[in-house]
């Protein structure tokens, strides 16, 4: 290179000016090629220091059911991908062990509760002393009479409805009623109450429907669903159709009427979260409509609402959000096993 | 009207009689005012939706007249029978799962015995614990959801809860068979005298030279056995085992049917007579007020209030005295 270099002291200075431009050009590049690479996103830093520490805790009806596995199992992905604490305190179908878990609760002042209400009274007044205590409660696809920072959950009345609709669509006959059995779940539940709402508002306003039977399956027991169903086809031989409260229970409903050879000629239908069951029995005959709320949208739903109220920074009860859950029917035309989703292949 | 005589033949009104009574005025009322409920359709109905219960209530019977009481016998009739369906389900065979299920029946059945027997822990407190600690072994890990369903492997013994012979379903020849063979060991072999005796008095039972721990060890494994057979013919009637239902009232249903029937809590007195007679009596009840579309809160009441005629039945007839009164009353 130095060997390149002849001539006077004015080439040198040139060479001298063209070799600071070139540097200087090259510099700039480079500053210009790293200010396209990368910034600081200024709400980063923020959004995950928010979530170190903080505590979320579900408190379910029943732990070991496809809905509460499901939900937890989507809630417990998120807590760990954010760094912060998820627990589950199961009550197992005890609402006075609920009721505790609650009180003692308030007390240790997680920042999130996620609470699944075995009935629209019990635990109303106890969300209302967590809320005040400090604590957002966010309520899951079962509610009380209270409402609280949020709620994630069907529109169990609109479940009805629809349900009823497919019964009327089979049904309906104005000389002759189609006679509806009605199987609920424990007469103070919201699946039971707002569900037979639902109903009502369809079967009422039918004269082609005539509703034989309003019977509870208890705690949502195959077991009762079966002899209930069993009696009723005694008394009315030639009952139209079903409405069931939940896939699990209806499986012993469609038991009764697999034993009675009248599978064919008494319509099902029943609702759920839209896990493996549901297209186990679309598949085998034991239901003909299925109403589902969506474990999987649901559990994006809930994780949202977690999400905001571990950042609101407003007073507790100020904001209050309700997500109904957009609901997918299922009819054995539209069945197709990729629709209905197992704890393996939740994401 | 020869039964109402029969009925009322020898000896005074015990409490065997007034149910008996009591379930005879029911059934003629119904019979009246409800239509359909007297048909040969809906008597088969009736009497299958109670048999799981009374099936249940014969193994307690055992318990029961040995002056104990067994409260882990929702426990297990749910996790034996949904292990058979989750192991059956995994393809190990009908034959190897009914034997799991049956061992760990029996495992249930000697670990209540054990405590009660040797250990001598109270039965109420012995088999309420055993009870928690088995269902929350079903809920820790034997199987992925709580409701098990019933698996195509198994369809070859299905019949036990589904299907009929003559009309009359299995489940209500199941609940038959069972009172046959627990009249029988009762009434006709040695062991059954000896679950009298223990019930009646203990002390002189081991006095007379009766192993009374032995008996008092085969007493729950009976009752558990009971109820893991129970268990299927349920699983197979409903096509899944919910292992929820030890959470639920069921366990007093049993109790209520065996009390009902008359057979004292304080031990050594009834049969299966009392059992069926309580079941019966209870199906009935049930059945008619599904009928007449009663709402379950209303169900529930009448069911409390029957149980409360019948013991106050009982008490005001044959008062209970120092010299009648039993040590173990409950």
Same mark, same amino acid.
């Given at each position: 290179?130095?060997?390149?270099?002849?001539?006077?002291?004015?080439?040198?200075?040139?060479?001298?000016?063209?070799?600071?431009?070139?540097?200087?050009?090259?510099?700039?590049?480079?500053?210009?090629?790293?200010?396209?690479?990368?910034?600081? *996103?200024?709400?980063? *830093?923020?959004?995950?220091?928010?979530?170190?520490g903080?505590?979320?805790?579900?408190?379910?009806v029943?732990?070991?059911?496809?809905?509460?596995?499901?939900?937890?199992?989507?809630?417990?992905?998120?807590?760990?991908?954010?760094?912060? *604490?998820?627990?589950?305190?199961?009550?197992?179908?005890?609402?006075?062990?609920?009721?505790?878990?609650?009180?003692?609760?308030?007390?240790?002042?997680?920042?999130?509760?996620?609470?699944?209400?075995?009935?629209?009274?019990?635990?109303?007044?106890?969300?209302?002393?967590?809320?005040?205590a400090g604590?957002?409660?966010?309520? %899951?696809?079962?509610?009380?009479?209270?409402?609280t920072?949020?709620? =994630?959950g069907?529109?169990?009345?609109?479940?009805?409805?629809?349900?009823?609709?497919?019964?009327?669509?089979?049904?309906?006959?104005?000389?002759?009623?189609?006679?509806?059995? #009605? %199987?609920?779940?424990?007469?103070?539940?919201?699946?039971s109450?707002?569900?037979?709402?639902?109903y009502?508002?369809?079967?009422?306003?039918?004269?082609?429907?005539?509703?034989?039977?309003? &019977?509870?399956?208890?705690?949502?027991?195959?077991?009762?669903?079966?002899?209930?169903? !069993?009696?009723?086809?005694?008394?009315?031989?030639?009952?139209?159709?079903?409405?069931?409260?939940?896939?699990?229970?209806?499986?012993?409903?469609?038991?009764?009427?697999?034993?009675? $050879?009248?599978?064919?000629?008494?319509?099902?239908?029943?609702?759920?979260?839209?896990?493996?069951?549901?297209?186990?029995?679309?598949?085998?005959?034991?239901?003909?409509?299925y109403?589902?709320?969506?474990?999987?949208?649901?559990?994006?739903?809930?994780?949202?609402?977690?999400?905001?109220?571990? &950042?609101? !920074?407003?007073p507790?009860?100020?904001?209050?959000?309700?997500l109904?859950?957009?609901?997918?029917?299922?009819?054995?035309?539209?069945?197709?096993?990729?629709?209905?989703?197992?704890?393996?292949?939740?994401? | 009207?020869?039964?109402?005589?029969?009925?009322?033949?020898?000896?005074?009104?015990?409490?065997?009689?007034?149910?008996?009574?009591?379930?005879?005025?029911?059934?003629? +009322?119904?019979?009246?005012?409800?239509?359909?409920?007297?048909?040969?359709?809906?008597?088969l109905?009736?009497?299958?939706?109670?048999?799981?219960?009374?099936i249940?209530?014969?193994?307690?019977?055992?318990?029961?007249?040995?002056?104990g009481?067994?409260?882990?016998m929702?426990?297990?009739?749910? +996790?034996?029978?949904?292990? #058979?369906?989750?192991?059956?389900a995994?393809?190990?065979?009908? +034959?190897?799962?009914?034997?799991?299920?049956?061992?760990?029946?029996?495992?249930?059945?000697?670990? @209540?015995?054990?405590?009660?027997?040797?250990?001598?822990?109270p039965?109420?407190f012995?088999?309420?614990?055993?009870?928690? $600690?088995?269902?929350?072994?079903?809920?820790?890990?034997?199987?992925?959801?709580?409701?098990?369903?019933?698996p195509p492997?198994?369809?070859?013994?299905?019949?036990?809860?589904?299907?009929?012979?003559?009309?009359?379903?299995?489940?209500?020849?199941?609940? $038959?068979?069972?009172?046959?063979?627990?009249?029988?060991?009762?009434?006709?072999?040695?062991?059954?005298?000896?679950?009298?005796?223990?019930?009646?008095?203990?002390?002189?039972?081991?006095?007379?030279?009766?192993?009374?721990?032995?008996?008092?060890?085969?007493?729950?494994?009976?009752?558990?056995c009971?109820?893991?057979?129970?268990?299927?013919?349920?699983?197979?009637?409903?096509?899944?085992?919910?292992?929820r239902?030890?959470?639920?009232?069921?366990?007093?249903?049993v109790?209520?049917v065996?009390?009902?029937?008359?057979?004292?809590?304080?031990?050594?007195?009834?049969?299966?007579?009392?059992?069926?007679?309580?079941?019966?009596?209870?199906g009935?009840?049930?059945?008619?007020?599904?009928?007449?579309?009663?709402?379950?809160?209303?169900? @529930?009441? +009448?069911?409390?209030?029957?149980?409360?005629?019948? =013991?106050?039945?009982?008490?005001?007839?044959?008062?209970?005295n120092?010299e009648?009164?039993?040590?173990?009353?409950?």
């Amino acid at each position: 290179m130095a060997g390149m270099i002849k001539g006077g002291p004015e080439m040198k200075k040139l060479l001298k000016l063209g070799m600071t431009a070139a540097l200087g050009a090259l510099i700039g590049t480079a500053q210009l090629a790293h200010a396209q690479n990368s910034m600081d *996103d200024p709400l980063r *830093d923020d959004y995950y220091a928010n979530f170190e520490g903080r505590k979320v805790v579900f408190v379910p009806v029943f732990m070991g059911l496809d809905l509460t596995e499901g939900w937890s199992k989507i809630m417990a992905r998120q807590a760990e991908e954010l760094g912060y *604490d998820y627990e589950v305190r199961n009550s197992n179908f005890n609402t006075a062990a609920g009721a505790q878990t609650l009180t003692s609760l308030i007390s240790e002042k997680p920042d999130v509760i996620v609470v699944q209400n075995p009935d629209v009274q019990s635990y109303a007044k106890l969300l209302r002393q967590a809320e005040k205590a400090g604590i957002r409660v966010i309520q %899951l696809n079962m509610k009380t009479n209270y409402q609280t920072t949020g709620f =994630v959950g069907a529109d169990v009345e609109l479940i009805g409805e629809k349900q009823a609709e497919a019964a009327v669509a089979k049904c309906s006959n104005k000389e002759n009623p189609g006679k509806v059995l #009605v %199987l609920a779940g424990p007469p103070t539940s919201p699946f039971s109450a707002y569900m037979l709402k639902g109903y009502e508002n369809v079967l009422n306003a039918d004269p082609g429907m005539n509703l034989v039977s309003v &019977q509870s399956t208890g705690d949502y027991e195959s077991s009762k669903a079966k002899s209930i169903a !069993q009696v009723v086809l005694q008394q009315h031989p030639d009952l139209c159709a079903i409405l069931g409260v939940w896939d699990n229970t209806d499986v012993g409903t469609a038991a009764a009427l697999q034993e009675a $050879g009248k599978a064919d000629q008494v319509l099902v239908t029943t609702s759920g979260g839209g896990g493996e069951l549901a297209c186990k029995g679309l598949r085998e005959g034991m239901w003909q409509y299925y109403v589902s709320y969506d474990v999987p949208g649901q559990g994006r739903d809930l994780n949202a609402l977690i999400m905001a109220a571990l &950042q609101d !920074q407003n007073p507790v009860g100020s904001t209050k959000t309700v997500l109904y859950t957009p609901l997918v029917t299922y009819t054995p035309e539209t069945l197709g096993d990729e629709r209905c989703w197992s704890l393996d292949t939740l994401r | 009207m020869a039964m109402l005589s029969a009925v009322l033949g020898k000896g005074g009104l015990d409490q065997l009689r007034i149910v008996t009574l009591l379930f005879l005025a029911i059934f003629v +009322v119904y019979s009246v005012v409800l239509p359909g409920f007297f048909s040969v359709g809906n008597l088969l109905t009736l009497m299958r939706t109670v048999s799981v219960l009374g099936i249940l209530g014969l193994g307690m019977a055992v318990v029961v007249i040995g002056r104990g009481i067994d409260l882990s016998m929702i426990a297990a009739l749910a +996790v034996p029978s949904a292990l #058979v369906l989750t192991l059956a389900a995994k393809g190990y065979g009908v +034959v190897p799962a009914i034997g799991i299920g049956l061992m760990l029946a029996v495992v249930i059945g000697v670990l @209540n015995g054990i405590l009660v027997a040797y250990a001598e822990i109270p039965s109420l407190f012995t088999t309420l614990a055993v009870g928690i $600690g088995v269902a929350g072994i079903g809920q820790i890990g034997l199987f992925d959801y709580e409701i098990v369903s019933w698996p195509p492997a198994l369809d070859g013994i299905a019949w036990i809860g589904r299907g009929s012979l003559y009309g009359v379903p299995f489940s209500v020849l199941a609940f $038959g068979a069972a009172a046959i063979v627990i009249g029988i060991f009762l009434r006709r072999t040695r062991p059954g005298m000896f679950v009298y005796a223990s019930g009646d008095n203990p002390g002189a039972t081991r006095l007379t030279g009766i192993p009374l721990r032995p008996i008092l060890v085969m007493q729950y494994v009976i009752s558990s056995c009971v109820a893991f057979f129970a268990g299927m013919v349920l699983a197979a009637s409903s096509a899944s085992m919910d292992t929820r239902i030890f959470n639920l009232t069921w366990i007093y249903d049993v109790i209520l049917v065996v009390v009902l029937g008359g057979i004292g809590l304080s031990g050594g007195r009834g049969g299966v007579a009392n059992v069926i007679i309580g079941t019966l009596l209870i199906g009935t009840i049930m059945n008619g007020l599904t009928i007449m579309n009663v709402s379950f809160e209303m169900q @529930n009441l +009448v069911r409390g209030l029957v149980l409360l005629v019948a =013991v106050l039945a009982d008490s005001i007839i044959n008062p209970r005295n120092e010299e009648t009164a039993q040590q173990g009353d409950i």
